[in-house]
């Protein structure tokens, strides 16, 4: 049979009419799915300037389910299942991401990341800490050693606590001197609980050397001297606090009182505790000095000038209430009822404050139990601020 080529040339043009209709079914269905998918995101993203969350995330529930394989969807929405407390749905958003074998390397530290998060927000901090320590050599590595430096501290894990500051500090994130020291000097005092005073000499040192500015540091090495029985070290290492961080003598000053009277060196203390308050006028340096004057029987009877002296600098009720204590009033009978009523208005103004939350407190914290910031409570009482 002989082939006639007229059946080609009436093909060419149906094959053509053919192709161009099944093009066009697949770019009208791919512009179909297209516009679908940045609608419910674009609605998602509405809701979330909105602050709807419920709805955001069910919007960009529908855009991933439109575009699977869309990692800016995946990470929006278990952003906001953290945000919401669903914690428990964020990771696994954040592992299916991870599990993909597309994911471009910074897409992948970006989930381990954000994984860590959900384990940190959970409070399942041992996942956290396994999941942070896999960002190492990542430009997540700044943020994770931060995260696992606050994993640490709220499990008082010292030691470890001790190693992440100085890998910040030797990688120039910042100076963590201090927080070293603050470290170390908790762990001196485990070991004066476990009735470890050589240990904690060693420690307290060492904290010592690590920041010399620091005062917790030294005034905690003298406090343990003094323990010791040696107030004659103790002496001198407040001495040093006094001229390396003149801020922290009103802390130190009841220590330097104990110190100095068991050293038999009161006047000198005295001296200089006068020419502190003479730079920097303080309520505790002010009982120092009223105390120490009061240990001479011939400066005894004066000592109590000191309160109105310190009135002329400022107006303390604090120092009016102790100054009355010490006076006789002309109507006797009625002087506790009036010491009763000013003790309990000053006791609000006898507090610290922390300067990063404002929690107040009858002591002195070196770490806030409210925000657990470091070193932001002033040595000064609310009064003074």
Known sequence: MEFDISWILLGLPLAFVLGWLA???????????????????????????????????????EAVQNDPDTSELHFALGNLFRRRGEYDRAVRVHEHLLSRGDLSRADQERAQYALALD???????????????QLEGTPFEGQARLALLAIYERSRDWPHAAGI???MHNAN?????????????????????????PGALALLNHAVATAPEAARA??????LQHMMGDSGAALGTLQALSRQAPAAVPLATPLMLETAIAAGQAPEMQALLQAHYAQAPSLDVLEGIVALQALNPTDAATARQWYVRHLDKEQ??????????EEKLEHEEFHPQI???????VKPLTRYRCAACGFEARQHFWQCPGCQ????YPARRVEEL
Do not use: M
């Open 316 to 325: 303390s009720l604090v120092a009016a209430a102790k100054w009355l204590a």
């Open 218 to 223: 030294r005034i905690d090495l003298a406090r």
């Open 173 to 197: 994130q910042g100076d963590f001197s201090t927080r070293q020291a603050h470290y170390l000097c908790e762990q001196a005092q485990a070991c004066i609980a476990n009735n470890d005073r």
């Open 373 to 376: 910031t470091w070193d932001s």
């Open 119 to 133: 384990f940190l927000k959970a409070g399942l901090l041992d996942r956290a800490e396994a999941a942070l320590s």
């Open 339 to 345: 010491q009763r009523a000013l003790d309990h208005a």
């Open 165 to 167: 500051a100085r890998k």
């Open 23 to 61: 093009s066009r079914f697949d770019l009208r269905q791919l512009r179909a799915e297209n516009r679908r998918a940045p609608k419910a995101y674009f609605k998602g993203l509405n809701f979330l300037l909105n602050e709807q969350q419920d709805q955001a995330i069910d919007a960009f529930i």
